[in-house]
Each structure stands twice: as structure tokens, then as C-alpha cells.
């Protein structure tokens, strides 16, 4: 496999998870009474939508073709996520602890992705932005968490 096939399928891994994350937040999003998970829901959606703008160009900066949509695993994450708030008690609650546990899927790969040292400088930088806003996103919802 070239070099560039296999920095672009790394990056296509991260692009798709990105599509399920900016799904899943918008989602979240419809499943919350309180305006201010909404708007919190949105604006991770919205940042999870930069991130894959990101990925996409840099994909096709590699000469490769960016995928198009997310990952079955991400789809049931939200129609498990769906089915959760449905059931429970404490919906906004339950709706954070997946989306931490989400984010934290998402911060592991990033992680896991960076340790290869294959990537051009300006990839690494931004996969590393990413990374901390990931985390920053988890310490968010953490806080979210204990105020619902």
C-alpha cells in the first residue's frame, strides 16, 4: 500500500467517525428539553462538521478520495442512544453519559491514530487540534453531567 492510500484510509477512519459524532450530537440535540444542552448539542455538532471539512480536504490534499457517510457502529450508537432516552428516567442524564462515552471512543482513536509518526506536519497539527477539542468537549459534558 502507498504512503499516501495509507495516511488517507487513517484519516478516512477519522473522517467517518466524525459524520457519526456531528449525527449523533444533532440527535442528542432533538432528545433534550433544556436549551442549553441544545445549543451545546449544536454547537458540537457544528464543530464535529468542521472537523470533517478539515479531514476531507486534507484527504483529497493526499490525492485520495474522502469517504461520504459514517459507520454502522455509529448508527446504532444512535438508535441505542434513542432508545435509552425513551426508557429513561432521567433522559438528559443518560443522554450525556453516551455522549461522554462517545467522545472518548472518539479521543482513544485520535490517540491511537497519532501514534503513528507517518503523518506530514500540518496532518499531525491538526489531528492534534482536534484532539484537544475533544477533550475539552469531554470535560464539558462531565460538568453538564453533574449540573443535570
Not at 74 to 85: A, E, I
Amino acid at each position: 500500500m502507498k504512503y499516501t492510500e495509507k495516511i488517507s484510509n487513517k484519516l478516512n477512519e477519522l473522517l467517518e467517525k466524525n459524520y457519526d459524532a456531528e449525527k449523533g450530537y444533532l440527535n442528542a440535540a432533538e432528545n433534550v428539553d433544556s436549551s442549553r444542552l441544545k445549543i451545546f448539542f449544536k454547537n458540537r455538532a457544528s464543530e464535529r462538521s468542521e472537523f470533517a471539512k478539515n479531514l476531507r480536504t486534507e484527504i483529497l490534499s493526499y490525492g485520495q478520495i474522502p469517504e461520504e457517510s459514517g459507520t454502522f457502529q455509529g448508527t446504532m450508537h444512535r438508535n441505542w442512544m434513542s432508545l435509552k432516552s425513551l426508557f429513561s428516567s432521567n433522559d438528559e442524564e443518560a443522554i450525556l453519559e453516551e455522549a461522554i462515552r462517545g467522545e472518548q471512543a472518539s479521543y482513544d482513536e485520535y490517540s491511537e491514530i497519532l501514534k503513528d509518526d507517518a503523518f506530514a506536519p500540518s496532518t499531525r497539527k491538526m489531528l492534534e487540534t482536534q484532539r484537544q477539542q475533544i477533550q475539552s468537549a469531554i470535560n464539558s459534558l462531565m460538568v453538564e453531567e453533574e449540573l443535570a
